[in-house]
């Protein structure tokens, strides 16, 4: 939810461009000690996939996208590991956004996200949306 709170908000304030990433886990890091010690867990693939899918449908389709993964160093990645191969996600990304016919926008309206809109992103995110029932049609 805060990551659709921080879309609407990009979304209210126009910006142009927007870079979305996602936590990684480095070797010597006060992160990575607190990721050892069990506090907290990193994203599953298909939890990212569908919540960076979430993003996108409720994002402005005037905004940019430079970025939706990175990779961090190969020798001080701890977690998410799956994050290492970099084609590999997009390419998920990129059949997931297709399966689901997901467009950047799609839950999208002027800068508001009601509840009609939040339940959008929500079936997105459950690939339960076909372009044909999109708000903006």
């Known amino acids: 939810d805060m990551m659709l709170d921080t879309i609407r908000y990009l979304n209210r ?3 142009w461009g927007i870079k979305l990433q996602l936590l990684h886990v480095l070797k010597g890091t006060d ?3 607190d990721y050892l010690a069990g ?7 298909d939890e990212y996939l569908s919540l960076l899918s979430d993003c996108i449908a409720a994002l402005s ?3 940019v996208i430079h970025r939706v993964t990175g990779d961090g160093p190969k020798k001080l990645l701890i977690a998410p590991e799956w994050s290492a191969n970099k ?3 997009l390419n998920l990304l990129h059949r997931y956004l297709k399966q689901n016919s997901i467009r950047q926008g799609q839950c999208y309206e002027s800068g508001t996200f009601d509840s009609l809109q939040i339940d959008c992103a929500l079936y997105v995110g459950q690939g339960h949306f076909s372009p044909d029932h999109s708000p903006d049609q």
């Open 87 to 89: 084609r590999n996600v």
């Open 13 to 15: 304030c126009g910006i």
């Open 39 to 45: 506090r907290f867990r990193t994203l599953e693939l």
């Open 31 to 33: 992160l990575a000690a």
């Open 61 to 63: 389709p005037k905004t």
